[in-house]
């Protein structure tokens, strides 16, 4: 090789360095106080500077510069960019951002499906939740499926899964007429999400009390045991277990867990309010009769 390639060579290579680090500072620049050197570099000029020397035609470069727009706020400019960058994840990943910032939420979702974008299709969705939950079940059925076979860690799946389940109990609890779905489809998500990631006690938990919401009370019983195991000095675990044996007719062993529950709860400064927690009428009157004082 040539000393002229070379020296060829190591301009180019020098060239596209000093564009990331540019690019790079930009994406610093929407966090940074002003005036700071970061925060330079979400002014307009480096934009000009890149197009008129021909770095922007790289796909890296005008990807890293659409990032930088969109964090400065700049949709447009971020669009442009985007509309000739690659077709890979990481572009497809700032086109579902650009498209959550206009409104085209349809799009975003998408885009963040096809790229198992779990963490920012979360954020749409609960965007959408806040004033219309059935929507919002909507989009994260329709991601669910979208992932399918993407190689998502199993942790992010499973918070995906629990919020689909929030969801599904949420609009179960507004919709009397497909209640009985809804809380299936809610008790389902939540059991995959406890199978998924068995370390997070609010899976289980959430799966114990829909269990009883759906009325399979042995399958409560056996969630909230397993949080139990798990974490011997859970409050609401041991108060879910007691109400679910209870409605089991196991008397003497929901007593003796609530008993537990009352005792963690004053060590750790709780109010311990089966009422308040949400059990069903059933489950408090149930609870009542197997212990020797209100609960």
Known sequence: MSARIVRAAAIALAVVAAAIQATSY???????ARPSLPALFTAS???GIFAATGIARSPLVRRELARAALLRGDDPRAAALLAGADSGDAATD???RLAADTGDIAAAMRDYGQVGDVVRARLVIDRVAATDPRTALRLAEAFDRATIGRDVPEAVIAQADWREGELAAQVAASDPDDARYLTRKALARYLTAARLDPTQDAYGLAAGFEAIVAGDDLLARDAY???VAKDPQSVDA???LAVAQALDGACGPAAAAFARAKQLAAQQHRVLDVARAGYSERAQRSLLRCLPISP
Do not use: D, E, K, Q
Not at 26 to 32: I, Q, V
């Open 94 to 96: 700032l086109r579902g």
């Open 225 to 227: 045991g397993r949080v």
């Open 45 to 47: 000029w480096p934009f």
């Open 238 to 240: 041991a108060a879910g």
């Open 26 to 32: 930009a994406l610093f620049g929407a966090t940074a």
